[in-house]
């Protein structure tokens, strides 16, 4: 096992700032996020200095970031969502990273950290289930894992979700990350 830490836990403007933080701290490993803080896109000469800087670090990426809200109650909001995904799911490969993260959302509409009572519903589950489905053919075509992230407020909100998301597909893209900060 090695550390690693979110580049996104620091608060700093930019991709190579967060990269910075981390080998300050001799963390080898990161959770990339590509997307500068307050930005809804990736920068692709921000993502290309980031790149330079972990060849140059020889720090090394365990996964990418590539959360969306994946089951907001507005179908624009998970399509912008997945759009972005699908330009970000080809850089995996740039970025030597076998897994891009995801958390499944909430149907609260401004912000998919918050729990909504909806969460648990037949809609919320055909609206998570069929972005992900989009999310998951892309994903196969480039040969990149996603990783589901159970968060408490979100639709898959424990290990018994995550387990029947795991039986409806059996995809060899599809997998679980287990972060324990999300059992506190």
Not at 49 to 56: F, G, P, S, T, Y
Not at 140 to 161: R, T
Request: proline share 7%; with cysteine; net charge negative.
């Amino acid at each position: 096992m090695q550390l690693g830490i979110h580049t996104g836990t620091f608060s700093r403007p930019t991709i190579t700032g967060g990269l910075e933080a981390a080998l300050l701290c001799g963390l080898p490993y990161v959770h990339l996020s590509l997307k500068a803080k307050g930005a809804d896109i990736v920068d692709p000469q921000a993502a290309a200095a980031a790149a330079r800087m972990l060849i140059e670090t020889k720090m090394h990426v365990a996964s990418l970031s590539g959360t969306f809200n994946m089951a907001h109650p507005d179908a624009s909001v998970r399509n912008r969502g997945l759009a972005q995904l699908a330009e970000l799911i080809p850089l995996a490969e740039h970025f030597q990273a076998p897994v891009i993260s995801l958390c499944t959302g909430t149907r609260n509409p401004d912000s998919m950290w918050r729990s909504h009572p909806d969460n648990q519903t037949p809609e919320a589950w055909r609206d998570f289930t069929a972005t992900l489905e989009k999310a998951l053919h892309i994903a196969e075509c480039y040969q990149v894992i996603l990783g589901i992230e159970p968060e408490p407020a979100n639709v898959i909100s424990d290990a018994q979700a995550a387990r029947r998301l795991l039986d409806q597909y059996s995809s060899p893209y599809l997998k679980v990350i287990f972060d324990p900060a999300n059992l506190v």
